[in-house]
């Protein structure tokens, strides 16, 4: 190493101590879901919220986003700068967001049937009433895009678009440790429901960090300590720590049901699944998809979702993948660079301009 790269390392290695004071002012500063909102209603497993805009929205379809039960659903509201509702509410879209509430251990009964047929089902009502419309844009990640297909199969006029993001539909594949994790032979979720009631955020939390246990516990520590002289990546880094580590339970029934008929099952791609007794059926959805994975997600494969296409019945299916993982894919550069102005293009292309002027 030159003289000139050695003192340039020792002064970074000062700026760095002398910015230790600092982290925990930082840490205790930084916000998350900042963009501006109203909670336009409160039922039992979630509430609505409503993003402002400063000016009438210029399509007459409003966005509904659909978050999993798992973690917060912020994450699409990160930061300013990494916030996937401010992407949709830029190209003129009202946007919702359905916040679900941690389930208390009265909530332990909650199926995947009462997330979908009823609270999610009023969410989407809520919004088509407040809007006098008929059919919204629904977005879903992660298991929240489950959830958003299975809706759409079971009311498709509602649904003008289907955007899901990271979404686990085809539930086969072994590319996931999850996949592995829930087999049936290695994890007996009635014994561990029946013992917990529902299941642990503790739990949750631990499964996600073993599964990539050298950046979780060593790389991205390594990356604060290299970068504590960065204001900017200290107070990015808090923000996706808060919300890493902001964990809830799931309610027992539901999470019983999701790795027995979903993950041990694979009843959904085998077309076995039914909710309140009907059908849930793939082939219902007509309206236009948009698929959006990550290659290097370890949670959902990319061919999980994909694996849509062969079931929908919808003639206009486009697909976009980005290189990075999971939650890269919402708050990464690169997405909010390039995903999302191409994805909220995609959506806007198939709207209806609006002729009310609605603010």
């Known amino acids: 190493m030159a003289d000139s790269d050695l003192l340039a390392e020792q002064q970074r290695a000062w700026r760095r101590a002398l910015s230790s004071p600092r982290l925990l002012q930082l840490a205790s500063q930084t916000r998350v879901g900042t963009t501006p909102h109203d909670v336009v209603a409160r039922r039992g497993a979630f509430q609505l919220l409503r993003y402002r805009r400063e000016t009438p929205a210029t399509h007459a379809e409003p966005v509904l986003?659909?978050?999993?039960?798992?973690?917060?659903?912020?994450?699409?509201?990160?930061?300013?700068?990494?916030?996937?509702?401010?992407?949709?509410?830029?190209?003129?879209?009202?946007?919702?967001m359905i916040d679900w509430r941690p389930p208390t251990d009265a909530d332990r009964g909650l199926t995947l049937d009462d997330y979908v047929c009823d609270s999610l089902a009023d969410a989407a009502q809520l919004v088509l009433r407040d809007h006098g419309a008929r059919r919204l844009h629904l977005l879903g990640y992660c298991m929240g895009g489950t959830m958003s297909a299975l809706f759409t199969a079971l009311e498709p006029q509602l649904i003008a678009t289907l955007s899901l993001?990271?979404?686990?539909?085809?539930?086969?594949?072994?590319?996931?440790?999850?996949?592995?994790?829930?087999?049936?032979?290695?994890?007996?979720?009635?014994?561990?429901?029946?013992?917990?009631g529902n299941c642990p955020a503790w739990f949750l939390q631990s499964c996600f960090l073993g599964m990539k246990p050298v950046q979780n516990l060593l790389e991205k520590n390594l990356s604060l300590y290299?970068?504590?002289?960065?204001?900017?990546?200290?107070?990015?880094?808090?923000?996706?720590?808060?919300?890493?580590?902001?964990?809830?339970?799931?309610?027992?029934?539901?999470?019983?049901?999701?790795?027995?008929?979903?993950?041990?099952?694979?009843?959904?791609?085998?077309?076995?699944?039914?909710?309140?007794?009907?059908?849930?059926?793939?082939?219902?959805?007509?309206?236009?998809?948009?698929?959006?994975?990550?290659?290097?997600?370890?949670?959902?494969?990319?061919?999980?979702?994909?694996?849509?296409?062969?079931?929908?019945?919808?003639?206009?299916?486009?697909?976009?993948?980005?290189?990075g993982g999971h939650v890269g894919l919402v708050v990464g550069r690169t997405a909010q660079k390039r995903v999302w102005p191409e994805a909220t293009q995609w959506l806007a292309e198939r709207s209806t301009t609006n002729r009310e002027g609605r603010a």
């Not at 592995?180 to 917990?196: E, G, N, P, Q, S």
């Not at 808090?238 to 902001?246: G, K, M, R, S, V």
């Not at 309206?287 to 019945?313: F, K, M, Q, W, Y």
Request: proline share 4%; charged share 25%; net charge negative.
């Open 226 to 323: 290299e970068n504590m002289d960065d204001e900017a990546f200290v107070i990015s880094y808090f923000a996706l720590e808060h919300w890493i580590n902001d964990n809830v339970p799931v309610a027992g029934a539901t999470f019983r049901q999701f790795v027995r008929a979903l993950y041990q099952d694979n009843q959904l791609m085998r077309g076995e699944l039914r909710l309140r007794g009907q059908p849930v059926d793939l082939g219902r959805i007509t309206c236009p998809v948009l698929l959006l994975t990550a290659r290097n997600d370890h949670l959902v494969p990319p061919a999980s979702t994909e694996a849509i296409r062969a079931r929908v019945a919808s003639t206009d299916v486009r697909s976009m993948v980005m290189d």
């Open 165 to 196: 993001l990271a979404a686990p539909i085809d539930f086969a594949g072994q590319e996931s440790l999850l996949n592995l994790w829930t087999d049936r032979k290695y994890f007996d979720v009635d014994a561990f429901i029946d013992t917990y």
């Open 65 to 96: 986003f659909c978050y999993a039960l798992i973690n917060r659903a912020y994450i699409l509201d990160l930061q300013p700068d990494k916030s996937v509702v401010r992407r949709y509410l830029e190209r003129g879209f009202e946007v919702y």
